[in-house]
Each structure stands twice: as structure tokens, then as C-alpha cells.
């Protein structure tokens, strides 16, 4: 019985040892605690156009109720926060960095602003020498556009999904928008050819889905995840 007790301890000793090898480091601020930081987004770019890799955030920052400005800062390697977009009264909300490929620019950011008295969804680009792109509408209606969420798995192909008047909208790159699904529809994800949301039934709230064949392209009829009934 003592040697199998021995046995043992060989076994899970070393595995300890190994688990402790790899730690997180200590949290550490990368905006100020003076005002309210949120909705932070994360993109990292191998070294293309640059000299090594490099991780960049944006986030929301606001010192009042009537504006929300757009922060960034490049965190691999380290470097100073900077003003990406600042409007008096104007809210910039739900930053999504993407990678752009062009020589010229570090990156992109996707976001909604109330900017026209609705909520629609722009993008601009930062350029390597320090400036920002004007900004470029990418679903201006009088509607609101919110909820959106992109896939950014590949670079230089952007597809989004939101919500507008309870309807789940797509949009690949410049395509033209598609409806897939309606009647109060909302919180549309997406990812790896897949399209997820809820939908309130009437007596509960569903989730569906919406698959792309990765031949054809061509996008599935919606189908139930759990809850409510097939539409």
C-alpha cells in the first residue's frame, strides 16, 4: 500500500508544479478611475505592415450625460490613450475594433452614434500617422440600429448583425442588408457561419439560429434553439 501511495504522489506532483507555471499577472489600469470607462473591445494584428505584433483597445468613455467619447490605446506595446471620436452632445457607443489591410491604416472601428437623433451605425479608420478617417455610414435610416455585434474572425471581411424595430438585419462587407427575422426579434450574435437571437414568443422568450452552408454561402431558414415553438 506504501508504494502505491508513492506511485500516486509521482503522478500529481509534477502536474502541480506545471499548473503553477502559468499565471496571470496582476490587474493594472489601462484608463483613469476619474470618469465612467465601459464597453471595451479587443483586436490584436500580426506584424504585416509592422515590426512585431500588436493589441489595441477602444472603449467608451463619459464625463456627463449628454456626450460619449471614443477612447484607444495600444496596449502591445504599451502606449498612451488617445481621443478617437468627441462630439459635444453626442453619444459614441458599442466600439468594435477590426483589422483593416491596407498599408496605411492601423485599424478600424465599427460603433453607433446618435449623432442624426437615431442611432446608426458608422465606422472610421485610424490611420498609422495619428489621424482618424471621416466617418462612414454603414446603415443610416430613421430607424434605430442597435444591438450590433460583427464577426471579426477574418481580416479584411466584416459581417455584422443587428436589431431594428424588433427585426434581426445582416451585412457582409458592402452586400446589401438581409432580413432574418422579424416580430420582436433582438441580441443578434454572430460567428463562424453561425447567427444567433432570441425572440419573444408571446409567452416566453426563444432562441434561433441560422446556419451558412460553407459552399453554397447561402444562409439556412431559421431554426429553433430552445424555447417557444418553430417558426
Not at 36 to 51: A, H, K
Not at 108 to 135: A, K, P
Not at 217 to 229: A, F, K, N, Q
Amino acid at each position: 500500500m506504501k508504494k502505491l501511495y508513492i506511485f500516486i504522489i509521482f503522478l500529481t506532483v509534477p502536474r502541480v508544479f506545471f499548473a503553477q507555471n502559468e499565471q496571470w499577472s496582476d490587474p493594472f489600469p489601462i484608463t483613469d478611475s476619474l470618469t465612467d470607462n465601459r464597453n471595451i473591445t479587443l483586436s490584436s494584428f500580426e506584424g504585416m505592415y509592422t515590426t512585431g505584433d500588436t493589441l489595441y483597445a477602444c472603449w467608451e468613455k463619459s464625463t456627463d450625460t449628454s456626450s460619449t467619447a471614443l477612447y484607444c490605446r495600444r496596449l502591445i506595446p504599451f502606449g498612451d490613450p488617445f481621443l478617437l471620436l468627441s462630439m459635444p452632445n453626442i453619444h459614441f457607443k458599442n466600439p468594435r475594433i477590426y483589422k483593416f489591410n491596407t498599408g496605411d491604416t492601423a485599424f478600424g472601428v465599427y460603433f453607433q452614434t446618435n449623432m442624426n437623433g437615431n442611432w446608426d451605425i458608422y465606422y472610421v479608420c485610424y490611420l498609422r500617422n495619428g489621424t482618424v478617417s471621416s466617418m462612414i455610414p454603414v446603415r443610416n435610416t430613421a430607424q434605430d440600429e442597435t444591438n450590433f455585434h460583427l464577426d471579426l474572425s477574418q481580416e479584411g471581411l466584416e459581417e455584422m448583425v443587428w436589431e431594428q424595430d424588433g427585426r434581426i438585419l445582416y451585412k457582409r462587407s458592402n452586400t446589401d442588408t438581409i432580413q432574418f427575422d422579424k416580430n420582436d426579434c433582438h441580441n443578434p450574435l454572430i460567428g463562424k457561419n453561425h447567427i444567433f437571437w432570441t425572440k419573444h414568443t408571446g409567452v416566453n422568450t426563444a432562441i434561433y439560429y441560422s446556419t451558412r452552408n460553407s459552399i453554397s454561402g447561402i444562409w439556412g431558414v431559421p431554426l429553433l434553439v430552445y424555447g417557444g415553438e418553430p417558426i
